[in-house]
């Protein structure tokens, strides 16, 4: 019932303004691009006017893994989303946010890379061996490319949605992957990955149930 | 004749600004900042103010001193890993700012396997002692380190005066528990309160020291005020903060991180770049302020001075 109020104000409220949604969305997404590299700014601008503390590499580098998982998630709130409101119009913003997760992560890598092993292959090789946390979030970048190659429309065509969909379902991997490699770095204070995993579960429940519904439709 | 020539980057005597302008606006600074934090934050308290600390006039030299580039101060009292305050590492400096409680004295309770157990107040406890100031290397776990002119003297003089009989064979220590003071306690973090331990080797040995201040002053909260472990050729967790109590012992006592987490933490946390934390490589360290990581030195770059306590010991095994 709530959720059928809440669809029918969001549809009425955007159905009067139909015409003008291709400008504005437009717009939105200029607003968006430039909310998203907030984070970005913020980490540059600490980093050169040394207010990221006695540390700045590490807080540097810690941020862009947590803006990384954040943008996973906050791409994996998108359909929930649309189903909640009804605003299918959402799904236009999706892919930004996704390639801004894809940007984290790779500043995050980049880091590793230089500041932490200043590009010294063999040792990072050793690394993504040896230490289960870093080989996770070197699969976790790996697995994030074919999903930012399959990002444009023309893929998206040329693999048809079906595949599509299936193959971008990569992205709960990756989100659990990201939760799980920021769970093995702590050392002792486990409250902040867990609320991520909170966070994640709720948006893996939320499409679960979602499809036992429509099962449970399509059968009667 | 000797004639100073200017080169082009040195500043004439008139550009300078003088020390006490430069340190005003950095107070400045700080009270507006801590004012600003304070208003966010309705828990915290306000910070005492560097100037108000208790300065330490004459101070011993010691042959133990590295020459190597101080940390500053800043660095030293604002990236502290001190659990009691909360887990990153600004907690501390924001919530140890009034810690300790200054309306009751501090005490010290020495007891266990030894002759002389007693409970003694901190003016009482440290007033024998010749202070001396010690510039240690500190090399954390989590792989950076820093360099600290700490203030202090031997554990080993005060541990002479309880007299351990023969079975005080490991010596423990346990910090302030006390969740009012330190809101990091009030969460299962870790098994409060923080215990620690040394052989009694290590214990006796020179390099180890109490510490009361640093950099000329008294210790600040977020520092393990009013008094702390220091041993710099272990990893920084087994330097014990804010100590209440020295046990002798004749079995090894069971540390907090062991506890934790035995896997990761030994009893020994001898820093050694050749065994790796499991998760992480321990061959390099981050120096705080510089930009290039450093190769970790065995036992700190103390070997010279402790390596012969661990002569025949497997440290990959007792890590």
Same mark, same amino acid.
């Given at each position: *019932?709530?959720?059928?109020?809440?669809?029918?104000?969001? %549809?009425?409220?955007?159905?009067?303004?139909?015409?003008?949604?291709?400008?504005?969305?437009?717009?939105?997404?200029?607003?968006?691009?430039?909310?998203?590299?907030?984070?970005? *700014?913020?980490m540059?601008?600490?980093?050169?006017?040394?207010?990221?503390?006695?540390?700045?590499?590490?807080?540097?580098?810690?941020?862009?893994?947590?803006?990384?998982?954040?943008?996973?998630?906050i791409?994996?709130?998108?359909?929930?989303?649309?189903?909640?409101?009804?605003?299918?119009q959402l799904?236009?913003?999706?892919?930004?946010?996704?390639?801004?997760a894809?940007?984290?992560?790779?500043?995050?890598?980049?880091?590793?890379?230089?500041?932490?092993?200043?590009?010294?292959? %063999?040792?990072?090789?050793?690394?993504?061996?040896?230490?289960?946390?870093?080989?996770?979030?070197?699969?976790?970048?790996?697995?994030?490319?074919?999903?930012?190659?399959? %990002?444009?429309?023309?893929?998206?065509?040329?693999?048809?949605?079906?595949?599509?969909?299936?193959?971008?379902?990569?992205?709960?991997?990756?989100?659990?992957?990201?939760?799980?490699?920021?769970?093995?770095?702590?050392?002792?204070?486990?409250?902040?990955?867990?609320?991520?995993?909170?966070?994640?579960?709720?948006?893996?429940?939320?499409?679960?149930?979602?499809?036992?519904?429509?099962?449970?439709?399509?059968?009667? | 004749?000797?004639?100073?020539?200017?080169?082009?980057?040195? /500043?004439?005597?008139?550009?300078?600004?003088?020390?006490?302008v430069?340190k005003? #606006? #950095?107070?400045? /600074?700080?009270?507006?900042?801590?004012?600003?934090?304070?208003?966010?934050?309705?828990?915290?308290?306000?910070?005492?103010?560097?100037?108000?600390?208790? &300065? @330490?006039?004459?101070?011993?030299?010691?042959?133990?001193?590295? =020459?190597?580039?101080?940390?500053?101060?800043?660095?030293?009292?604002?990236?502290n890993?001190?659990?009691? @305050?909360?887990t990153?590492?600004?907690?501390?400096s924001?919530?140890?700012?009034?810690?300790?409680?200054?309306?009751?004295?501090?005490?010290?309770?020495?007891?266990?396997e030894?002759?002389?157990?007693? &409970?003694?107040?901190?003016?009482?406890?440290?007033?024998?002692?010749?202070?001396?100031?010690?510039?240690?290397?500190?090399?954390?776990?989590?792989?950076?380190?820093?360099?600290?002119?700490?203030?202090?003297?031997?554990?080993?003089?005060?541990?002479?005066?309880a007299?351990?009989t023969?079975?005080?064979?490991? &010596?423990?220590?346990?910090?302030?528990?006390?969740?009012?003071?330190?809101?990091?306690?009030?969460?299962?973090?870790?098994?409060?309160?923080?215990?620690?331990? /040394? $052989?009694?080797?290590?214990?006796? +040995?020179?390099?180890?020291?109490?510490?009361?201040?640093?950099?000329?002053?008294?210790?600040?909260?977020?520092?393990?005020?009013?008094?702390?472990?220091?041993?710099?050729?272990?990893?920084?967790?087994?330097?014990?903060?804010?100590?209440?109590?020295?046990?002798?012992?004749?079995?090894?006592?069971?540390?907090?991180?062991?506890?934790?987490?035995?896997?990761?933490?030994?009893?020994?946390?001898?820093?050694?770049?050749n &065994?790796? +934390?499991?998760?992480?490589?321990? $061959?390099?360290?981050?120096?705080?302020?510089? @930009?290039?990581?450093?190769?970790?030195?065995?036992?700190?770059?103390?070997?010279?001075?402790?390596?012969?306590?661990?002569?025949?010991? =497997?440290?990959? $095994?007792? @890590?």
């Open positions: *019932m709530l959720l059928n109020s809440i669809q029918a104000w969001t %549809s009425s409220a955007i159905s009067s303004k139909d015409r003008n949604s291709l400008i504005k969305i437009r717009h939105l997404k200029l607003v968006l691009f430039l909310v998203c590299l907030y984070p970005f *700014m913020f540059l601008w600490g980093f050169f006017s040394h207010q990221l503390g006695a540390n700045p590499i590490d807080a540097v580098t810690r941020l862009s893994g947590l803006w990384a998982l954040r943008f996973l998630l791409t994996l709130c998108v359909t929930p989303l649309r189903w909640l409101t009804g605003l299918n799904v236009r913003f999706r892919r930004m946010l996704g390639l801004f894809f940007f984290y992560a790779t500043v995050h890598m980049l880091l590793y890379l230089g500041l932490d092993q200043f590009f010294d292959w %063999s040792e990072i090789w050793r690394d993504i061996v040896k230490r289960p946390f870093i080989t996770v979030g070197f699969i976790n970048f790996v697995a994030l490319l074919p999903l930012v190659i399959t %990002s444009t429309n023309k893929m998206v065509k040329r693999l048809g949605g079906q595949r599509w969909k299936k193959l971008h379902r990569l992205t709960y991997f990756v989100a659990a992957a990201a939760c799980v490699h920021f769970l093995m770095l702590v050392k002792a204070d486990i409250r902040e990955p867990v609320i991520y995993i909170i966070i994640l579960s709720v948006l893996l429940g939320v499409r679960l149930l979602h499809a036992a519904r429509h099962k449970k439709l399509s059968h009667k | 004749m000797f004639i100073k020539r200017r080169k082009p980057w040195d /500043l004439p005597e008139s550009e300078i600004t003088d020390y006490k430069y005003n #606006r #950095r107070q400045f /600074l700080n009270t507006a900042i801590s004012v600003g934090l304070a208003s966010a934050l309705p828990s915290v308290g306000l910070a005492k103010p560097v100037d108000e600390l208790k &300065v @330490f006039e004459t101070l011993k030299k010691s042959q133990y001193s590295t =020459d190597e580039e101080k940390t500053t101060f800043k660095a030293i009292t604002t990236y890993n001190f659990y009691e @305050f909360g990153s590492k600004e907690a501390p924001l919530y140890a700012g009034e810690f300790p409680d200054e309306s009751e004295p501090w005490r010290v309770e020495i007891d266990g030894c002759e002389n157990p007693g &409970v003694f107040e901190y003016d009482q406890l440290v007033k024998p002692f010749t202070l001396e100031e010690r510039i240690y290397r500190m090399r954390c776990v989590e792989g950076w380190s820093m360099v600290i002119p700490w203030i202090g003297f031997p554990l080993g003089e005060l541990l002479k005066q007299k351990p023969s079975k005080a064979k490991y &010596v423990e220590f346990t910090t302030l528990y006390d969740p009012e003071q330190m809101p990091g306690q009030r969460r299962e973090v870790l098994d409060w309160p923080y215990v620690e331990g /040394l $052989r009694i080797d290590e214990a006796m +040995h020179p390099l180890t020291i109490l510490s009361v201040g640093l950099y000329g002053k008294e210790l600040l909260g977020q520092n393990g005020a009013p008094i702390r472990l220091v041993v710099p050729w272990k990893y920084g967790f087994k330097s014990i903060k804010s100590i209440v109590r020295i046990r002798f012992v004749e079995k090894m006592p069971l540390t907090a991180w062991v506890k934790a987490n035995s896997s990761e933490y030994g009893f020994y946390s001898n820093v050694n770049p &065994v790796d +934390h499991p998760r992480w490589s321990q $061959r390099k360290e981050r120096r705080i302020g510089e @930009f290039l990581k450093r190769d970790t030195l065995m036992f700190n770059g103390y070997g010279d001075y402790v390596a012969e306590l661990y002569s025949g010991m =497997d440290l990959k $095994r007792y @890590f």
